[in-house]
């Protein structure tokens, strides 16, 4: 066989190689499909799916611009197919009760208008199933969803096994006291963020 020859059968050879694989590739993508369904939908289509919620909680004083790093442990013996992550600022505070002259600790959920005068930060995701990161670079929380906005849809569902751990990073660059968001009653000492990673769990055996 010529030089010419052999290097014609090779290049058929490659060619019906990457045929093969783009036929798999189609093949595991659509299946991807029909499992995770679109954005904004639940798949509900596996015995013993359950909705799940896993949320974790961030405590930041009044003044504290340090980043925080916090974590959540998915469930052992099931597999997590998170959907969405929605977020709540909650603002707490001290104020004195009008009947008694005690203290009383007051708190309230921040609407997204107040979060751009009082509290505000960028957050990033990673998990380490698959030890990536959700996001390429840190995002505003205007884009975790909640409070008056629809919670941040995945465009496609993340998976997770159980014993994964979610990260999930805070740092704020806004973190004002303001005594006018109760009324001028009480003066904020500390935010509560919450950041919640939402979906539907399933056994082991029937996830994919």
Known sequence: MSEESAEIVEIANEYRRLQRQLESKTQQLSALLEVNAEAGAFPTDFAGVQNRRYSIDFQFNVGDLQPQERSVIIEGGTIFRCAYIESF?????????????????????????????????????????????????????????????????????????????????????????????????????????????VGHEVPDGSAL
Do not use: C, H, K
Request: net charge negative.
């Open 89 to 197: 600022v909650r603002a707490v505070g001290t104020s004195d009760d009008p009947y008694s002259a005690s203290p009383i600790s007051v708190s309230a959920t921040l609407p997204w208008n107040q979060r751009l005068v009082t509290f505000d930060y960028m957050w990033r995701i990673r998990d380490t199933g698959t030890d990536r990161e959700w996001v390429d670079q840190p995002q505003p929380s205007l884009f975790g969803g909640g409070g008056y906005l629809g919670p941040l849809w995945l465009p496609r569902r993340n998976i997770l096994g159980g014993g994964s751990v979610i990260y999930a990073t805070i740092e704020p660059f806004l973190n004002n006291d303001t005594s006018e968001f109760f009324g001028g009653l009480a003066g904020v000492q500390q935010y509560i963020t919450q950041l919640s990673f």
